[in-house]
């Protein structure tokens, strides 16, 4: 991820949509067209390009029984913030370090997205989200290529009950010579039980397994240093639970208090090797005067 501080956002969004008639199997048939521009705040008002841009074609269809299949194509541009890697140095290859070199910004940046809903009765629903896209993989400054997909299950067997579970597989390789940076695995788990109107119970436990090789130059393929320390390829498996009780008893009134615990270890998804950094305890108490 890269933090986002001080900047403009511009978005533009049209879609067109076509609608069948009345009981027909292809309820809707609409293509959007985005544009999203992301400046520098200072940039921005003075008229200089924006630093990431894209452009998206939007195709979706609607079907009969709540089912829908939507596309994303998409290309985008991205310049790496120079700022950002003012600690970095490369290794040399006869010894020592070099400074590194922030590489030209990123064109082309092509991508596809299907992302399927599947309504399979009353009370299951299955989604999901593919995608093939080059992005930029930040930590090094380079090009990279991912592979992602992310099945979700949605069941409300009762009208108290829900649960959700999504599994999330990502793989991310460099551009410039298809070596694996890093696979990430994120599995998530939630169940909701609304004992009335008024008072509800939640719980999540989500874990997140990742494998991350060194960190190379995208110009000459040595190694990175950040601070004066090679980063060196790392994997680790964090989990995180939580629970939360809800009472709402108006709009505006409202006391929750909830229990969290992150855990991280190897990459497993066993608690063996896994040792508590963080516990937290909240609440929350609101109450809407009306006069």
């Known amino acids: 991820f890269l933090t986002r501080i001080g900047e403009t956002v511009t978005i ?25 521009g992301y400046f520098d705040h200072s940039d921005f008002w003075g008229g200089r390009k924006p630093y990431e841009a894209e452009v998206q074609l939007l195709p979706s269809i609607a079907f009969r029984g709540d089912r829908s299949i939507s596309v994303i194509l998409r290309n985008g541009y991205f310049e790496f913030p120079t700022e950002l890697y003012g600690s970095y140095e490369v290794s040399a290859p006869s010894g020592g370090r070099l400074p590194f070199v922030v590489p030209e910004p990123l064109k082309n940046l092509l991508a596809v997205a299907v992302l399927p809903r599947l309504r399979l009765n009353n009370w299951a629903n299955l989604n999901g989200r593919a995608y093939f896209r080059e992005l930029p993989i930040y930590t090094e400054a380079s090009r990279g290529r991912e592979f992602l997909v992310a099945p979700q299950l949605q069941l409300k067997p009762t009208t108290a009950l829900s649960l959700s ?25 939630t169940s ?84 508590p950094t963080q516990d937290g305890l909240f609440l929350k108490l609101s109450y809407l005067l009306r006069i």
């Open 12 to 36: 533009g969004n049209v879609t067109g949509t076509h609608y069948g008639p009345p009981g027909a199997l292809i309820e809707r048939v609409a293509l959007g067209f985005r544009v999203e």
């Open 165 to 189: 579970y999504d599994q999330t597989f990502s793989r991310l390789w460099r551009s410039s010579d298809d070596s694996v940076f890093s696979t990430a695995i994120v599995s998530r788990l």
């Open 192 to 275: 909701q039980y609304q004992f009335s109107r008024a008072f509800m119970a939640r719980f999540l436990v989500q874990y997140n397994l990742e494998d991350r090789d060194v960190l190379r130059d995208p110009t000459t393929g040595l190694p990175i240093w950040i601070g004066g320390v090679e980063v060196e390829a790392e994997e680790e498996g964090t989990v995180e639970g939580q629970f939360l009780l809800q009472f709402e008893p108006s709009p505006g009134t409202i006391f929750y208090v909830g229990y969290t615990r992150m855990m991280e270890g190897d990459y497993s998804y066993g608690f063996r090797h896994k040792d």
